[in-house]
């Protein structure tokens, strides 16, 4: 896992550019390379797991330059393919695979690649710059062009640090983050001028011009397989998915929270380690005391983790997160994210991953399974499936901004939902199950993957996430939903597809949610640190309501309906907005209405 960063220019100021990729420390500080010629600028963060030794970049071959961020998961087969064609190698890292893969098949690479990446490539002779970006957006990429100067980075802030492009919000970015934050609309890249390379797309930039092309898509067909068929089938491609992900010159370790997905991932790396595998979970200082049940968090995760660890032998790690941890960390997440993110779930999640990161550089976690199995209660409760079904609350978002702004969130979201939808083929659009696996994988699946991509690598951690796996994702896309959902149980098939490896009462629990924090302590914090901020700051009052703000912050109720997801409540919901008022000070934000 690495940072990239970019920029053609006939400026020259390489003081500058060292700087904007100072930024990006944090995600990769085991060797820091750079290239320089003429109009063209290539700087790379490296945090080794594959080929230690020769697998620095930026990487050289003839006339062509990569800096690449992520693992290549079929280097061998894909290296096999090369060899045979005559092509040699010097490293066995993915980097010189990716290069020389480019070289021989240019753009037609992006189909053969299986992994998590966003890459670069610069052609000398011609004077051509390729970028390339993961199917389902594992790894960031934005870029901006302003005249005949172009960047791209692995994060937003280093773009910024240029003074190519201004942190500028508009009607139109305002009104998709108050509709949609935390999560983004499609392409955006949170700013005026700075877009996002959309997961599963290629961009190449050749005199002063953009061209941007899809390279890849879900595709429907008739599924044949019998429920048993596809269990068997299920199980295969989880499992492969999950083997692959193993490789790595470094130790390795997986988060196990007790829930179905993480258990799963557990069982396969302890079954195929040479070793006693290391387990880790999170949880918050007195949690135990202060946990309510409710519709989506029903049960607490110990008693789960338990069982895993003893079935599996595994040397598990309980790390306890301190409430002030919690909120003494909100300023800095928001600084890694580079936008007001989900609060408590974030910082606990930085903190979890700099612990882990004293020992390990690699992690595997069970990111995006209910995406693509239907295990979300939107998937199969009527009364949550709306366009965007993880946002219930569209009339209190609606109530809180300013009225001046003008701004109308139903019909932002509606928008943004038909624009996405219409990529789908008429037949699809008129799939139900289909509309919300494509929202769902195209929206939320992002935002919890970037997530999870800022905050880990944010403590130099790379984070794998085996369900992102292509051939499992087309392969869940063409099953029937009944496949998914029986007897009242989510993620039917896959807890059917592991059944005789995984302890019954793990294999049936109830799924759970990431954990957030219940304690009155975090509540009591944030309140009074947006209080603080709104004394001597005017900035939220130019986008938000102040005074239903302040009747946010002096309610004695409990506000029950989620901001965002499952967990944003109301200390989650005053904590975002803290972090937003900060956001517009600390990133000189100009609001241009």
Known sequence: MCAILGLISKKKNKELFKNMLELMNNRGNDHTGYYFENDIYLGHKRLAIIDLEKGNQPMYDKNYIIVYNGELYNTDSLKKDLKDKGISFNTNSDTEVILKGYIYYKEKIMNKLEGIYAFAIYNKKNKELFLGRDRFGVK??????????????????????????????????????????????????IFKDIKELRPGHYLIYKKGKIKVKRYWKLKSKKNKDTFEEATKKVNELLTDSIKRQMISDVPIATLLSGGLDSSIITAVVANNLNQPLTTYSIDYQDNDKYFKKNKFTVSQDKYYIDIMSKTF??????????????????????????????????????????????????????????????????????????????????????????????????????????????????????????KLFYINMTHFMTTLLDRKDRMTMGATLEARVPFADTKLIEYLWNIPFNYKYQKSQEKYILREAFKNIIPDEVLYRKKNPYPKTHHPYFLKQVTKLLKDRLKISNNLSKIFNIEEIYNLLNSKEDYNIPWFGQLMTKPQLIAYLYQFDLWIEKYNIEIKI
Not at 339 to 360: H, N, Q, R
Not at 423 to 433: C, G, I, P, T
Request: glycine share 4%; net charge positive; charged share 30%.
């Open 140 to 189: 960031p990429l934005y870029y901006t062009k302003k005249k005949k100067e172009f960047i791209f980075s692995s994060t937003i802030k280093s773009i910024l640090k240029s003074k190519i492009v201004k942190p500028i919000l508009t009607k139109k970015e305002l009104a998709q983050i108050l509709s949609l934050g935390p999560s983004k609309a499609i392409g955006s890249g």
């Open 313 to 434: 032998n595994t040397n598990h790690k309980y790390k306890i997160i301190s409430q002030k941890d919690v909120v003494n960390l909100l300023e800095e997440t928001l600084y890694l994210k580079d936008y007001p993110g989900m609060t408590d779930i974030e910082s606990s999640l930085y903190w979890f991953s700099k612990e882990i990161s004293k020992d390990y550089k690699v992690i595997l976690s069970g990111e995006c399974a209910d995406e693509i199995f239907g295990g979300y209660p939107w998937f199969y409760r009527d009364e949550l499936n709306n366009e965007f079904p993880w946002i219930n609350n569209l009339e209190y978002r609606q109530k809180i901004i300013n009225k001046n702004l003008k701004i109308n969130l139903k019909k932002t979201i509606h928008k943004e939902y038909k624009k996405t939808i219409n990529e789908l083929s008429r037949k699809d659009r008129n799939d139900k199950y289909k």
